[in-house]
């Protein structure tokens, strides 16, 4: 069963024109997140929603917007692309934000940016 | 700031051997949890085994167990009797405990390769 959907798994934008990838969940977990993870290395933290409050890791480019319509649904916007930003995007929820709970993660979206 | 480091980039074991990876943090807190999480390729991150830093016992999930050294601040993955699905990507990752929402911070991974 699947319980965080990426779609699309895999997307291709141009330099400078705007893409949107979401997220869905049916686990209705409190907390999504949208993490970072260029190749070779770790996933990195730009901002997750604890229910509708938004919270923006200090190092997260301006470029990166988030938007959570609803408790299942999260998007990762990304406003002008660079090439710096190809890279793995993955979603991950959980049930609060305390360590104890457990996060889990999408299959992820792999941005090309042209 | 909290940093995790796997020293490892590339492992690898025959199918039914068994094989550690390592990971090494820091951190000034006493109180934190840490995670072994399993990306095979092409599919989702899953969480392999967690350890809460004031639990001495280590995690034993399966096939899956850890060596915990608070001191050393040293959290190894032990896989026992290796399967060919094991392959994958391995993250090591921390994350505080301290009230509210405290990101998990992970190290760059270690590629496993099973050989059968």
């Known amino acids: 069963d699947a319980m965080v959907i990426q779609n699309p798994r895999y997307q291709v934008t141009q330099f400078g024109k705007p893409v949107t990838l979401s997220c869905s969940q049916t686990l209705n977990h409190n907390v999504m997140y949208w993490y970072q993870q260029k190749s070779s290395q770790a996933p990195k933290l730009l901002f997750h929603y604890y229910d509708k409050d938004f919270n923006n890791e200090a190092d997260t480019p301006d470029n990166f917007q988030s938007r959570r319509p609803n408790t299942s649904f999260c998007f990762l916007d990304i406003r002008s692309p660079g090439l710096g930003d190809a890279a793995m995007y993955l979603c991950?929820?959980?049930?609060?934000?305390?360590?104890?709970?457990?996060?889990?993660f999408g299959p992820g979206t792999r941005l090309t940016v042209t | 700031a909290q940093t995790v480091t796997q020293s490892q980039p590339e492992m690898s074991v025959q199918e039914a051997e068994t094989v550690t990876l390592s990971c090494t943090y820091d951190t000034s807190e006493s109180d934190y949890y840490l995670f072994w999480y399993k990306q095979p390729p092409s599919r989702q991150m899953i969480l392999v085994i967690r350890q809460e830093a004031y639990k001495q016992q280590n995690a034993t999930e399966n096939r899956f167990s850890v060596n915990f050294q608070k001191a050393a601040k040293s959290f190894s993955l032990k896989i026992s009797d290796s399967q060919l699905g094991d392959a994958a990507m391995y993250f090591c990752?921390?994350?505080?405990?301290?009230?509210?929402?405290?990101?998990?911070?992970f190290g760059k991974g270690t590629r496993l390769s099973v050989i059968a």
């Open positions: 990752a921390y994350r505080s405990a301290e009230p509210g929402n405290t990101p998990l911070v």
């Open positions: 991950a929820t959980s049930r609060g934000t305390s360590g104890v709970y457990e996060q889990y």
